[in-house]
């Protein structure tokens, strides 16, 4: 082989290398948002729902876009009662409490409503709801959360109160409520999304209580 012909093979072969480099790159480029969104996605169980014993809102949202959701439910009238949730403060106020007035006000009636208290989190709130599951003889809920929380609350429900049907309705995503779709490009959702991958690992290993 000529000296001119090695120097030739040489640049192709740095040639051939840099292009698989680049398209490596642009792979990871565009694969990346797209697999990113569907990470995202998957935080999400939203189920067919069927005419259930009762309506749970779990606690967490400030906003009280949950206890709407249920409210909403409710009144669609796919079951008869519903779940509120909720914890005390120190200085004497009750988010619990709180929820119930705010159902009441959407219309469900007072003896419709039913609440779990002292839920510091999900694992409490299920362990609660299958108290009071048990007590009033239910068999079935439909559990409504943000959609970020949907599949972890849902599987955590049904590992607290096994032989019980439950259904997924979360509350539907968009502004100003959470959104799987680009969700590294906002703020908030990047700490709501993070945190929620963080809980799902918890969850899965028995971590904290």
């Known amino acids: ?124 709130e299920a362990r609660a709801l299958d108290d009071l599951m048990r007590e009033r003889g239910w068999n079935s809920a439909i559990i409504v959360t943000s959609a970020f929380h949907s599949r972890r609350a849902t599987y955590t429900v049904e590992r607290a109160a096994p032989g019980r049907s439950f259904y997924s309705a979360p509350v539907p995503t968009g502004s100003p409520e959470w959104t799987p779709r680009a969700w590294w490009s906002r703020r908030d959702d990047v700490y709501v999304t993070v945190r929620e991958f963080a809980s799902w690992a918890n969850t899965l290993v028995g971590g904290w209580q």
């Open 1 to 124: 082989m000529t000296l001119t012909s090695l120097n030739i093979f040489k640049q192709s072969k740095l040639a051939r290398r840099g292009a698989v480099a680049l398209a490596c790159l642009l792979a990871v480029y565009f694969l990346t948002p797209v697999l990113l969104n569907k990470a995202a996605e998957g935080l999400i169980r939203e189920d067919r729902l069927v005419k259930s014993d009762v309506i749970v809102a779990l606690a967490g949202d400030y906003r009280c876009n949950r206890e709407k959701r249920a409210a909403e439910l409710w009144r669609q009238g796919w079951a008869d009662k519903v779940v509120v949730s909720g914890m005390s403060y120190a200085w004497g106020f009750h988010t619990g409490e709180a929820a119930r007035i705010y159902v009441m006000s959407l219309g469900v009636p007072e003896e419709k409503i039913y609440m779990i208290c002292e839920t510091l989190n999900t694992r409490a």
